[in-house]
């Protein structure tokens, strides 16, 4: 926590009393300092005995350096002793480091570096460009405003409009930036509701699940979708945004609509009419505005398109991101201020995790590999099992971190026959951990507002741990068992 120390001396100024407030405030953090700083070394003793057990005698130095690093990275993000992000650093420096003089590395300190520019990284960077796009030019606002216009004022349909137009949003870019967007939009109706209103909580609830689960249907909304395109692809699949898209749109829709009659069931079967005449209310424009609005439209369609029908004119998703980044700063839409302002966090956490499924990948896999070979497991035992630990710990850690790190070893554990589905089940799980304000990031934007409490996320958690897990999996089957969806990866 910082001190805002203007703030804090204006409170001094009050009494003794406050001051003794802030004394304690104090003391607590240092308190929350030491014991994070305890945690983390804690963590790596733990670390470093479990590598000292569990590294078999055959293995080389560097497949040693990649066993402690994948647990103590794996502690790390459990703990939260350190920012998400900094554990994706940790991981690339140390693997940077020993990799250039270990014994038996089969990667390079380029290679592990080079997860900074993978595509993974350039589609997500077009996604974050497009988002600050429509926020400068207040496009985000106007969707929001012409499809509440169409639901009126009844709180059953005004809470479906919401959703909807979150999930629109979250099929374009980060549904981080997603549920920042919305309940920016939002607001002026919860403050005319009050924060304790049923109304107020049924929004605020509604608005991380809607972009979290919606988060399903895209390659570039969630990154633990692109963390497991690029592990499967990796593998010999050929996984595009389309294929992505149709994957997650039969779980996505079903879990929207399901969410949506639990939340009216909860909340908004009790409210009666609602004023929402402040969404008529035009947006003032010059002309420089709505010129940049229409090039932002004219990217984002250009973009989308390329996404959508890359394969057949042979264009990556990740050429296509190139086009918001090269040409929203070129019309002056974006500058170098927000660039700066951009969510990078996210980008060092997910190449953290590329680095670590590269070493994973060269290092630890072949050794299991062979371990396992000609073991036989029960493909959909396997889906349940890795589906419950997917929604476990991305409710308690980085759901990005928990992809990196399960769908890794279900490489090294698993043949392609059955990486596929499982691989597939782990993605869409991977947004299904709501419990907790930090299991998702729209969770804690929606948290972060104080206008909610822990137990407020109950119903997202549950929901999304029961009803999505066990919808992904059917739906997962059905694709397996009766089309031949998977012939085409």
């Known amino acids: 926590m910082e001190f805002d120390y203007f703030e804090k001396i204006r409170k001094i100024r009050t009494g003794i009393r406050v001051y003794s407030d802030l004394l304690i405030e104090a003391s607590w953090n240092m308190w929350n300092i030491k014991t994070r700083i305890g945690i983390f070394f804690f963590c790596l003793i733990i670390s470093l005995t479990a590598t000292y057990f569990l590294s078999p005698d055959v293995f080389s130095q560097a497949q040693t350096y990649t066993l402690f690093i994948l647990i103590f990275s794996i502690l790390l993000w459990a703990t939260e002793a350190i920012a998400p992000f900094a554990v994706g650093i940790i991981i690339i420096g140390f693997l940077a480091y020993t990799m250039d003089n270990a014994v038996g590395a089969t990667i390079s300190p380029g290679q592990i570096s080079g997860t900074w520019s993978d595509s993974v990284i350039w589609i997500f960077l077009g996604g974050f460009f497009l988002s600050e796009g429509m926020r400068k030019t207040n496009l985000d606002l106007t969707l929001f405003k012409k499809t509440l216009s169409i639901f009126g004022s009844k709180p059953n349909t005004l809470v479906l409009g919401i959703i909807i137009v979150t999930s629109v949003l979250s099929l374009i870019i980060s549904n981080t930036a997603t549920a920042a967007m919305v309940l920016a939009s939002v607001m002026p109706l919860i403050d005319r509701q009050g924060k304790d209103s049923l109304m107020s909580k049924a929004i605020l609830v509604s608005i991380p699940a809607a972009a979290t689960f919606a988060g399903m249907m895209s390659m570039v909304s969630s990154p633990p979708n692109l ?263």
């Open 227 to 489: 963390i497991v395109v690029d592990t499967l692809n990796n593998k010999g699949f050929s996984i595009g945004f389309n294929q992505w898209l149709v994957l997650g749109f039969v779980p996505a829709a079903l879990l929207l609509v399901l969410f949506w009659f639990a939340v009216v069931k909860k909340y908004t079967s009790k409210v009666k009419g609602l004023d929402v005449s402040f969404v008529n209310e035009a947006l003032e424009l010059s002309n420089p505005m709505r010129l940049q609005r229409m090039i932002v439209i004219v990217i984002l369609v250009v973009t989308v398109g390329m996404w959508m029908f890359g394969s057949q004119l042979d264009i990556p998703t990740s050429g296509a991101a190139m086009i918001p980044i090269m040409f929203l700063p070129m019309f002056g839409i974006i500058s170098g201020e927000d660039v700066r302002k951009l969510p990078w966090d996210t980008l060092m956490l997910v190449a953290g995790g590329l680095a670590l499924g590269l070493a994973i990948k060269e290092l630890l896999a072949p050794y299991y590999s062979n371990f396992l070979a000609g073991m036989e497991f029960n493909t959909i035992w396997l889906m349940i099992i890795f589906a419950f630990v997917t929604v476990l710990f991305s409710n308690i850690m980085s759901s990005t971190a928990t992809a990196t790190i399960i769908i890794n070893i279900a490489a090294i554990m698993l043949p392609p026959a059955q990486l596929l589905p499982v691989g597939l089940v782990i993605g869409l799980c991977s947004s299904c951990g709501l419990f907790l304000p930090v299991s998702t990031p729209p969770n804690a934007i929606v948290y972060g507002t104080g206008l909610l409490k822990q137990k407020d996320f109950a119903l997202g958690g549950f929901f999304g741990a029961g009803v999505g897990t066990f919808v992904i999996i059917l739906w997962v089957l059905f694709l397996q068992n009766f089309t031949n969806f998977f012939s085409t990866m």
